[in-house]
């Protein structure tokens, strides 16, 4: 169109003749719908205020067989406030629950191999919420690593490999530090508090205020709320109906159903050897997180990658 104004000038004389009794009972309609879908939200926003104002916290609430002692009426508040917060994060509980059925079986099998306590697993909801997150501090992964504790526990961390993505490696090395810190502090929450804040600061704490146990520590907003946060994902994620939760089994992600190829040879291209091996560079970097790019080195003498592949 040689005038590109002629089309807007039509434009404007077609709307302008339109049947004006048609347009208000269109704008009558729409307000009538925007009423009515107000009073639907009201009556959702109420309902669900009622609901939580009826939800009291349990009596007993305990991590890996230690009691929270709830009697303390400072301890407590600071159960409810981690409560109610979470509670108001409708769509991040149904992360956590759907999430769980992709990590939670490795985290159990682990778990039970290792003979530490399965309530463990909820440490990584409460650090990652399931997902290979990377925080505003460089800690990586489902069990939020900084790279050099990845390193110190086993983890390869460089250019090509970043281990604190992979699930059962990285799943090794934090129940290898959490570990670590019962056998240092006695205590399951002490040592879930000093995976937080490390055990250097931790113990500092400990020291300092010549205390010994979590509930008597004044520490940093962060870890005085930490051990909280996973006792009130525990109750949640261990009881969802009680909570409103009602999701089927098979609505929960699934693990996939992959085979292991054992690599001890450089990858120039990654796309190349995906196809190679019946599949695609989408599917094995989806199922191997801890490949950065777009090739892997030699992984060096006696050694191999174990990549995985679609079964």
Known sequence: MKNPYIFLIVAIFFFSSCDDSNLLKSQANNNSNFSNNNIKE??????????????????????????????????????????YMLLQQQGQILLYLK???????????????????????YLSVAESALFMARSGKG???????????????????????????????STYAGIEYLKRGYIKYKSWISAAAAYNMG???????????????????????????????????????SNPQKYGYNI????????????IVKETNAIPNLAIWAKSHGTSY????????????????????????????PQ
């Open 248 to 259: 089927s089994p098979e609505l929960l992600y699934k693990p996939e159903k992959v085979k």
């Open 42 to 83: 009201n009556e959702i926003i109420d309902n669900y205020n009622s609901f939580l104002t009826k939800i009291d916290i349990p009596s007993k609430l305990d991590f890996c067989g230690e009691r929270i002692p709830l009697e303390i009426d400072e301890v407590r508040e600071r159960v409810e406030r981690e409560f």
């Open 139 to 169: 800690a990586i992964g489902l069990w939020q690593f900084m790279e050099e504790t990845a390193k110190s526990y086993g983890l390869t961390v460089n250019d090509y490999v970043d281990e604190r993505r992979h699930v059962v490696k």
């Open 282 to 309: 989408k599917d094995v970097k989806l199922l191997n997180l801890w490949i950065l790019k777009r090739e892997l080195p030699a992984p060096g003498k006696d050694s191999f990658y174990e990549i995985l592949i």
């Open 199 to 237: 055990f250097g600061g931790f113990s500092e704490n400990l020291n300092f205020q010549s205390q010994d146990n979590y509930f008597d520590l004044f520490l940093n907003e962060e870890t005085s709320r930490y051990i909280f946060r996973i006792v009130v994902i525990k109750e949640i994620m």
């Open 99 to 121: 999430r769980s059925g992709k990590y939670f079986p490795t985290f159990e099998k682990i778990l039970k191999e290792e003979n530490a306590p399965d309530d463990l697993k």
